[in-house]
């Protein structure tokens, strides 16, 4: 979801009328995984879950989201749609895009190391959890070494060289590498890629979310926006005089 | 109530131990890492039991909480990259939810609902969950537990290590630390090269403030070390006085600002997002702007 398009006003948060989009790092991971697919071959498969309604709206975004990111070099798409997963818990989300990973058996699954709109970096572990594959989280490298794959993690204080072993699930930052930009021609032959749509019931799940969200409440960011006109020192005095005022300097 | 906990460090370990206390918490057991000294500093600080490993490694960790989490409401830890990873692990494996980067918690209806900031710093979202539920504290939120009376039961576990790792790297630490300082100057793609960065750290010298950035700066350009970077997946602040210089304002790090009591922009587009985020909004170059500023508080200081 664009979290920048969305609407906060006095009323709530109206998450319906923001815009969805893939979160920037998701280019980064399709990016590795076209990169990858150069060097060593494969299938790209692309796997997005909708979490946010209203349905009608939003399958018709997620389907435009999917085709741009395939456009980079994908070969299919799995888009799961169900209303039981608008606004679920990263728990069942990625109980429900390991489902769908399962069925193509892919060995390698990439993704961002958050969403833009929560960053909470909860579904690449829980996905590795579920498919009992190893998780390597927050690589900001990625680099070749005898024919073996070196992650570079960027961890808080520190940062470690890990060999990828496979099969993995691993997250990445925007760091990692800088995005293509598909031709017009990747972006028409996209269309004619294979893109299903699959339920939770056609993935076999009936388990529920565990935690649940009792309210949203917009939070309260009201500045001043004062602006300051006049020449640089004229701003500067006027500027210096507010901080005072303010308690601030 | 039971809480299992376990933290990347001992200061965030005991800053959750206080959020715990807060929320009723009676008895609290942890894993820790290191000798039998590091256990009696839990020891002092409320904690019943404690299990001792030798060595910090994620799948190590979720292992030894998978084959011991039982009894427990809480799996509790701090949401920084370590705590968010092996919480997530843990409780999927184990068949539970997780709240990352709670702020708060209160009671209603019965229920304990645990606030997290969401869509992009613009929302408050509210949680809550049945019985166990993994909580990821937010760093720096809460003050560490004190040290008083008390001793721990300790259990030493051994278990090996399954990512190799080939080498590790310590991001160095330099300069006051962000999050502490009471005044912070952001730069941000305003400035058109490192050298000119010079303009803002003499600013800083003169008002006694930190010096950070945004995302592309130490992230892609490095022309500051990665954790002077302010926002969502950096530093979050809270200084009394912020001032964003040439600093567009994307929500990533605008996520980061917002507990800053006053926030100045400088910029030359009148229409940067930034300005809506601020109390006091400069549309002028920074190159003309920071000289102006610091010359009329050398002005002050002297007259």
Known sequence: MDTTELLVDERGVKVEEAITKVSDIDNNAMELAVQLKEKFGGKIGLFMALTWGPMQMRIKEVQKAAKKLLAMGGDEATLIVDEKLFSADSFLVAKALAAAIRKGSFDLVIAGEGSIDNFSSQIGPKVAEELSYKFIGFVSRVSLKDNNIILTRSMEGYEEDVMLDLPAVISVTQEVNKPRIPSLTQVLGASKLPMKTLSLSDLGITEEGRVRVAEIRPRRMERKMVKLEGSPSEVAEKLLDLLVKEGVL | ?303
Not at chain 2, 39 to 47: F, Q
């Open chain 2, 1 to 303: 109530m039971r809480a299992l906990l376990f933290a990347s460090s001992d200061e965030l370990a005991f800053e959750v131990i206080t959020f715990l206390r807060n929320i009723g918490v009676e008895e609290i057991h942890s894993i820790a890492f290191g000798d039998k000294s590091k256990a009696a500093e839990y020891g002092k600080r409320g904690v019943k039991k404690v299990f001792l490993l030798r060595d910090m490694d994620e799948d190590a960790v979720v292992d030894v909480i998978s084959s011991i989490f039982k009894g427990y409401d809480y799996l509790a830890t701090a949401s920084d990259k370590f705590g968010r990873t092996v919480a997530a692990r843990a409780s999927q494996r184990i068949g539970f939810g997780a709240i990352m980067d709670v702020i708060s918690a209160e009671r209603r209806d019965g229920k304990v609902l645990f606030s997290r900031v969401t869509l992009g710093g613009k929302a408050i979202a509210l949680e809550y969950s049945d019985p166990p539920v993994a909580i990821g504290v937010k760093p720096r939120k809460f003050e560490q537990a004190k040290p008083s009376e008390g001793e721990a039961e300790v259990e030493e576990l051994s278990v090996s290590r399954k990512t190799k790792v080939l080498e590790r790297r310590e991001k160095k630490i330099s300069g006051a630390a962000l999050d502490k300082a009471r005044i912070v100057i952001g730069c941000g793609m305003g400035f058109k090269s490192k050298e000119d960065l010079k303009l803002a750290y003499d600013l800083a010298e003169l008002m006694g403030a930190a010096v950070g950035s945004s995302r592309p700066l130490a992230a892609d350009l490095k022309w500051m070390p990665e954790e002077r970077w302010i926002g969502m997946s950096g530093v979050s602040i809270k200084p009394d006085l912020y001032i964003a210089v040439g600093i567009s304002g994307q929500q990533q790090h605008v996520a980061g600002i917002t507990d800053s009591k006053v926030i100045v922009a400088v910029n030359t587009d009148p229409n940067a997002p930034i300005f809506k985020s601020a109390d006091y909004c400069i549309n002028q170059d920074l190159y003309e702007f920071l000289p102006a500023l610091a010359a009329a508080i050398r002005r002050r200081r002297g007259g």
